[in-house]
Structure formats: C-alpha cells, structure tokens
C-alpha cells in the first residue's frame, strides 16, 4: 500500500524483534500529532515491533494495525480487502478516535459510519492516549486474533481429517456414547448398501446378522465404555441381506474420563475369508492323498525289502527313509498352515517348563547326543501355546544335522527387564546361510533354494507371531547359537 500522505509514517524506524513473540503492529496514522504520540508509547514496549508501512498493507506480515480517522478514511477500502482476504483467522484493527469526534460514530451518516466501523472497526481508544487502555485493548484483540488462528487450525485439521475419512477404502462410522449413529463415510454406504440418510440415526443394530452371540457386543460394549480399543471380527448383513465379514476396530473418543462418541472402521475380508476356507480344503485334501499314497509307497517298499537282498533291498529301505521324510513335511505342513491361519492364543507360559520338557522329549530316542540345560526356576513369557514345537524343532535341528563324531547341544534361559532369551548351541558344522536367512526374516535369500525343510519356517512364524525374534550367531570355536528373545509378561 502506498499512502496519499508520503510523510504520514516517516517518523516510524522498523524496530528489529528479539523475539518470535512480538506483535507486529502496523500503523496507519495520518495525524502528525497522532504518530509522534503512538510512536513515544510504542518506544516503551519491547513486546511491539512495528512494521515498516511502506511495505503495504497487503502484503506486509503484521498482527494488528493501528489508524486514526485520517488514516482510515484514506484507506478504508484497503482495510475492509485486508480484513475480509484473512478470514476466518482475525485481522484486528484499532481505532484512534479524539474524544471530541467520538460523536461521528452515532452522527456520521456517511461512508464511514456505515460501511466501515460495522466491519472493518474491532476497537476504538479515545485520544489523547490513556496507555493502561490502549495497553489492555491490544492485548485483547491479540487474544482474539490467537483463537481465531487456533480456530482456523482445528477447522483445517478436522476438513483434512474428514478428506481423508471420505477418501478412505474402509467403511467408517461414528456413534454418540449410547450407539446412535451420527456419521457414514462413502465406503461405509458401498459396503452396508445404507445409504447416509437411513443410517444416520440408526445404531449399528441395524447391521445386525444374528450371527454373532449376545456376549460378543456385551464384551464390546464393556471395552469401549471402559476406554479401550475393541478391535475383532464380525459377521454383519446388508441391506439386501447378504452377509458379509468384516475386521472390526471401535475407538472410543473420551473427554476428561467420559466417553462422548465411539469410531468403528470396517475393513471387509469376506473374500479373504472365502479364499483361506477354500486354500484350507485344498491343503486337506493334498496332504491326505499324500498321506495315503505315501503309506502304500512305504508298506510296498518295506515288503519289496523283507524279500530281497543287496541293491533291490537298499533301494527299497531308501524309499522308506524318503517317505517318512516326506510324511514328517507333510506334519510340518499342516502346523504352520494352522499356525498361519489362526489367530495367535497367546499366554502366559513358562518358558523353563518348555525348554526342559522340550530337551526331554527330543533325546529321549537319542542316547548318543550330551545335552546340558542351564535354566533359572522359572520364567513366564508371553507366547503362543505351541511355542514348544518351535523349541523342539530347534534342539531336533542342532541334533539331526550335527556332523561332530560327539553331537553336543546346551541350552540355556536368561530373563531380563522385559525379555527372556532361549539359547540354543550346537558343535556341528554351522547353519548354511540360506537356513539362517528363514530363521531370522522367514525367507530364502535365493528363490531356487528352499532350505533345510518347512520345520525352520515353522520356527520363524511361530516365534514372530509370539511378538518374539531369533538371531543365529557361528561360534569361533565352531557349530552355532540359535538366539530367541521372547517378551515377558506385563
């Protein structure tokens, strides 16, 4: 903004801001005795920075702009284009008016008095200046300004929030603390078949299949009034009436320790449900003709064996070796397809109890193996009920590929502030890198290979889905040592 009286703010030197808190005041003061009084009060507060007018008005960064009459008649239009371009946050502005022209805000007929003070006006100080008024009058049209910036913040942040809720693939829905529906987003509508309309107002009884037992929603409704997060699956109708299953999550949104409106988000996994059911079928229906075909093969071969000598009766003892092989993958298949497949039942389990009973049962056909256990009294974890076949598979490993004239294996328990560790060491040769790599990550770092057998995999998944970890280390002194770090019990 240039202004039509080129000396109406020469008096002003921009005063440099110690500090990112100062108010940066604009004066807009044609008055001469005006600005030399605004700019002798102005001198005594640190707090204020005033800006160099002759950046303009529209484009100089300020918090509050100070006129008198003079300056506001000049710029009036000015003002009110300011005013309106900064909504909704406040731009305030402060009159200076002398006590004698008080009158022209009741009497003025003109411009001013109607098109100006009703939007472009927030304060008015009578002149000459009284500070402790124009002190207080500042401060609270800069407390104004503050919530309106933090007004305008909330509302971008909620406009944002509601975008991102609209554009979400999940179906989303907000109740008030007694279950009535006050919220649907687009994909809530293309899940359920509701549109938005019949279901505001509506509870989520309207999704109801019937399906569910009734201590299912008295458990949600005893979760989320209690603050927490109810997150499980459940089996809802559409409006057509075709049921659909959905990974359910209701967040409770609380308020100084009172519930005031619950969030659910829907994500549907009927297909995904479909296709593990099918996969299962598939899985079944393989590994009993394999099961079956294999016991022919090796009931054949071990006939073929009884009643033959020399290369026939070796190949037929080979054949048996392999399909017991083949039958043990098979065992192995099926545990970590169930594994994969069901949801983790984690306990509190004592891990002492596991490791030695696991030691016991792996060389209790294995006279030749020295096995040391170190292990405290007890420690309790946190884990999956088949966390033993995990520590079985990793003392049958350390035994059966043991190439020492003397297999040896120790294991030991260490419990820590919020971990426990398993260690489980061999004298062999050392894990291949490839047997290591599906231990530590559950996956081969080469696709062709595929590892020592499913029973490391089985390891991986049931450690990780144990919210534990497992690190192999090669001993100088040769074999190597299986870490598991299991989390203990809060």
Request: glycine share 6%.
């Amino acid at each position: 903004m240039t202004t039509d009286d080129s000396n109406a703010n020469d008096d002003y030197d921009p005063r440099s801001s110690s500090s990112v808190e100062s108010t940066r005041i604009y004066p807009l003061v044609a008055e001469d005795g005006n600005r030399r009084v605004l700019k002798e009060w102005l001198s005594g507060h640190d707090s204020y920075w005033v800006v160099d007018a002759g950046e303009g008005l529209e484009t100089a960064e300020c918090d509050l702009c100070i006129v008198d009459h003079g300056g506001i008649r000049q710029h009036a239009d000015e003002l009110k284009r300011v005013k309106c371009e900064a909504e909704p946050v406040l731009f305030p502005v402060l009159l200076l008016l002398p006590e004698r022209q008080s009158g022209v805000i009741e009497t003025d007929r003109g411009e001013i008095a109607d098109n100006v003070f009703g939007t472009t006006i927030d304060e008015i100080v009578s002149l000459p200046i009284r500070q402790a008024e124009l002190e207080w009058r500042i401060k609270a049209l800069l407390r104004l300004r503050d919530q309106s910036l933090q007004l305008q913040q909330r509302t971008e942040q909620l406009r944002r929030f509601k975008e991102a809720v609209e554009a979400s693939g999940h179906a989303v829905y907000i109740t008030d603390p007694d279950g009535t529906i006050e919220y649907v987003n687009p994909a809530f509508e293309e899940l359920t078949g509701y549109e938005r309309e019949e279901a505001i107002g509506q509870t989520p009884n309207l999704l109801n299949s019937g399906e569910m037992p009734s201590d299912y929603f008295t458990e949600l409704w005893e979760t989320v009034l209690s603050e927490e997060v109810w997150e499980e699956e459940i089996v809802d109708r559409r409006k057509d009436g075709e049921l659909y299953t959905a990974h359910q999550t209701i967040s409770p949104i609380t308020d100084d320790g009172t519930v005031q409106a619950l969030v659910a988000i829907q994500a549907d996994i009927t297909e995904l449900i479909e296709l593990h059911r099918q996969l299962r079928v598939v899985d079944q229906i393989l590994r009993h003709n394999l099961r079956n075909n294999l016991t022919v093969i090796r009931g054949q071969a071990e006939q073929i064996r009884s009643q033959t000598t020399g290369e026939v009766a070796d190949a037929a003892e080979d054949i048996s070796i392999l399909s017991d092989n083949l039958l043990t993958t098979s065992q192995k298949s099926r545990a970590i397809t169930d594994v994969l497949s069901e949801q983790p039942d984690i306990r509190r389990i004592d891990i002492v109890d596991t490791v030695t009973r696991s030691a016991g049962s792996v060389t209790a056909g294995v006279p030749d193996v020295q096995v040391d256990v170190d292990v405290p009294t007890q420690a309790i974890v946190s884990a999956t009920t088949n966390v033993h076949k995990a520590i079985e598979e990793l003392i049958e490993n350390a035994i059966v590929h043991n190439d020492a004239e003397t297999p040896a294996v120790s294991l030991s328990v260490t419990v820590e502030t919020e971990l426990v560790e398993i260690r489980v060491t061999d004298n062999g040769n050392g894990i291949p890198e490839m047997d290591r790599a599906v231990l530590e990550s559950g996956d081969a770092i080469d696709d062709l290979y595929h590892g020592g057998g499913l029973g490391l995999w089985l390891v991986y998944w049931i450690i990780k889905r144990s919210g534990g970890s497992i690190a192999v280390e090669g001993r100088d002194t040769g074999g190597t040592t299986v870490r598991v770090v299991l989390p203990t019990v809060n």
